[in-house]
Nanobody
């Protein structure tokens, strides 16, 4: 089994910064893409940013220039540095890891974290 655990959420004033982290552990052969998604109150889950194992990144338009995704392949961890935060960034942030296990090396499965609340308010 694979566990994905996020950390770093909280309450921040507009214009502030937060850094989220997400660590994957368990029965892992390799982690491929990792990413962050968010679900604002009353809305559907949406893409924030993704990063490939090689470091290629993709960002949703609302966060471009403000958020930075990075990863540490040794630690099986992905980070999201969030700057210039706005009230509309308020959401539950979820981490996604695309993982293959030692018993099924060719099969990639998505694993989600439980989410961490980010609230931007003055």
């Amino acid at each position: 089994q694979v566990q994905v655990v996020e950390a770093g959420g909280g309450l921040v004033q507009p214009g502030g910064s937060l850094r989220l982290s997400c660590a994957a552990s368990g029965s892992i052969f390799m982690i491929y893409a990792m990413g962050w998604y968010r679900q604002p109150p009353g809305k559907q889950r949406e893409l924030v940013a993704t990063i490939s194992r090689g470091g290629s990144t993709n960002y949703a338009d609302p966060v471009k220039g403000r958020f930075t995704i990075s990863r540490d392949n040794v630690k099986n961890t992905v980070y999201l540095q969030m700057n210039s935060l706005k009230p509309e960034d308020t959401a539950v942030y979820y981490c996604l890891a695309e993982v293959s296990s030692p018993t099924a090396i060719g099969a990639r499965r998505p694993y989600w974290g439980q989410g961490t609340q980010v609230t931007i308010a003055s």
